[in-house]
């Protein structure tokens, strides 16, 4: 319990030291012991790895991380990440939190400690939903070339990785189609959403028809053209070419619109510095 223990806790925090490598095992396998030893249904419960990600000693397979975020198969004891340090591990603490059903952020600055810590600490540890599945059946000769997703799959019975929403959080992506036959973007196509709310913990089902697949394209909506900066600016900030796009002119289509909210207008900050 942390206000009755502030002072001892603090001791402990200043006295550690880092060394060259680190144990990640050793770590989840003692917090994960002390979680379920004081599991309370009526409470929420949530490990926190604050970490790079490297794992360089010790049993560092991720088949074995991936066993240990979901321990006796214990629901609700859910992995959160916040990502520290300077050589960052994306994939493997993004993997990790993925096995155990958390949010994964990273904290570049103290500005961000201040943010995610404080109105943003619900979306790291609340989870609202999990089991998430998107498919949408295509009219034939329209082939997917690329998706901006946490994963994808073309063969319906291939299992991708489980997805989270937490608290608050908003779900868009970015898909490039090839359309062989013109007359396909006259036909129709589907599109199935399949989620698990936490709050019922039974599956619900969404389905949506479009009665012309070209509509979806030609017409993709306000979502679409807010994911498609954020998209564009990712890829300029890792440095790939975006076709079209400089940061400029990201920039000036940021600062002509009147409608931003707080992600755009983080990233219309970053821009001006």
Do not use: C
């Not at 868009?172 to 359309?179: C, D, L, Q």
Request: hydrophobic fraction near 40%; avoid cysteine.
């Amino acid at each position: 319990e942390v206000s009755a223990n502030e002072e001892a806790i603090l001791e402990h925090f200043a006295a550690l030291r880092p060394g060259s490598s680190t144990n990640m095992i050793a770590g989840l396998n003692r917090v994960y012991e002390l979680a379920q030893q004081n599991f309370s249904e009526e409470l929420l419960q949530r490990v926190i790895l604050f970490g790079d990600g490297n794992a360089n000693v010790g049993n560092t397979d991720l088949t074995r991380f991936n066993e240990l975020t979901r321990i006796n198969g214990q629901e609700g004891i859910y992995l959160s990440g916040v990502g520290v340090g300077t050589h960052y591990d994306w994939d493997r603490m993004d993997q990790l939190t993925d096995a155990g059903k958390g949010a994964h952020i990273f904290i570049p600055d103290s500005n961000e400690v201040e943010l995610m810590f404080g109105d943003y600490f619900n979306k790291l540890v609340e989870v609202a939903a999990d089991q998430i599945a998107i498919e949408m059946t295509l009219p034939q000769d329209v082939t997917l070339e690329s998706f901006t997703g946490e994963e994808v799959s073309t063969n319906p019975e291939e299992r991708l990785q489980n997805i989270i929403l937490a608290a608050g959080d908003d779900m868009t992506f970015v898909a490039r189609f090839k359309v062989a036959r013109e007359e396909a973007l006259d036909e129709p196509a589907t599109l199935t959403l399949t989620m698990r709310p936490l709050a019922t913990g039974e599956e619900v089902v969404f389905n949506v028809e479009m009665a012309r697949f070209g509509d979806l394209v030609e017409s993709p909506g306000a979502l679409f053209e807010r994911t498609k900066l954020v998209h564009d600016f990712a890829k300029l900030a890792t440095g790939s070419f975006v076709p079209g796009v400089t940061e400029d002119t990201l920039l000036e289509t940021l600062n002509g619109s009147d409608t931003l909210d707080w992600g755009l207008q983080e990233i219309q900050g970053l821009l001006n510095r």
